[in-house]
């Protein structure tokens, strides 16, 4: 079976840094999106991977390791407004999207 | 700037009604899709069309139709609701027919509630 997996819950604080993984045994790969979905809101897109490495996008990064089927996204300088769900999701063999369940970001002062 | 928009943010009907959801989204956008979110789990994909008349069942079309009359909108049919379909429903839309790798803009969401 399609399987993403990232953690339910993480809690940072503000001005600090956080690593959001998100593992996937899919069948094949075709790209991989990050989301942000503040609560009651709509997901917005933040980053999509398709080749190995790491790409920065102001404070928020996202890096990709094919081999590992492993990704993270790192946001840096964290602020209250950062608040809010990742959603991993990856593009599999047959060019549909498989999301995560999200990962709730709990910022503290 | 894209705009997705959602008939309504909050639903309330009766087990058995028949439900529409409308979706309407203003960038010419070829593909729609509709999801519904539920907590502890990603987004499921209900259907999704890449062009005017066609539609193509995602993971969980049973119990739900759905219709693409323009390009613009993109319409979720619940023929008979029932409480599992207690849900919140998104509607996205993208550039490039079957283009999956472009990036998904969604509407507010509707917040459906069926007694």
């Known amino acids: 079976g399609q399987n993403i997996d990232q953690p339910t819950e993480m809690t940072a604080t503000e001005g600090a840094i956080v690593q959001i993984n998100c593992t996937y045994q899919?069948?094949?790969?075709?790209?991989l999106f990050w989301y942000q979905q503040h609560a009651g809101e709509a997901p917005t897109f933040l980053s999509y991977?398709?080749l190995d490495g790491l790409e920065e996008k102001g404070r928020f990064s996202s890096f990709l390791s094919r081999s590992k089927g492993y990704s993270y996204l790192l946001l840096k300088e964290l602020q209250m407004k950062d608040s809010a769900s990742y959603l991993c999701?990856?593009?599999?063999?047959?060019?549909?999207?498989?999301w995560g369940a999200g990962t709730k970001l709990i910022i503290k002062p | 700037d894209v705009k997705v928009t959602q008939s309504s943010r909050y639903l309330v009907k009766r087990t058995g009604e028949k439900v529409f959801l409308e979706c309407v989204q203003d960038?010419?956008?070829?593909?729609m899709f509709w999801y519904r979110q539920d907590p502890g789990l990603g987004l499921r994909l209900i259907y999704f069309?890449?062009?005017?008349?066609?539609?193509e069942k995602g993971d969980i079309p049973e119990g739900y139709s759905v219709s693409r009359e323009k390009k613009e909108r993109f319409s979720l049919i619940l023929e008979s609701a029932s409480t599992n379909q207690t849900s919140m429903y998104l509607c996205?839309?993208?550039f490039g027919q079957g283009a999956t790798y472009n990036e998904q803009f969604f509407g507010p969401g509707t917040r459906l509630t069926v007694l």
């Open positions: 996205a839309s993208s």
């Open positions: 960038m010419d956008h070829e593909n």
């Open positions: 069309s890449y062009d005017v008349k066609m539609k």
């Open positions: 899919t069948s094949g790969f075709n790209g």
């Open positions: 991977n398709v």
């Open positions: 999701a990856v593009i599999d063999s047959n060019y549909q999207l498989i």
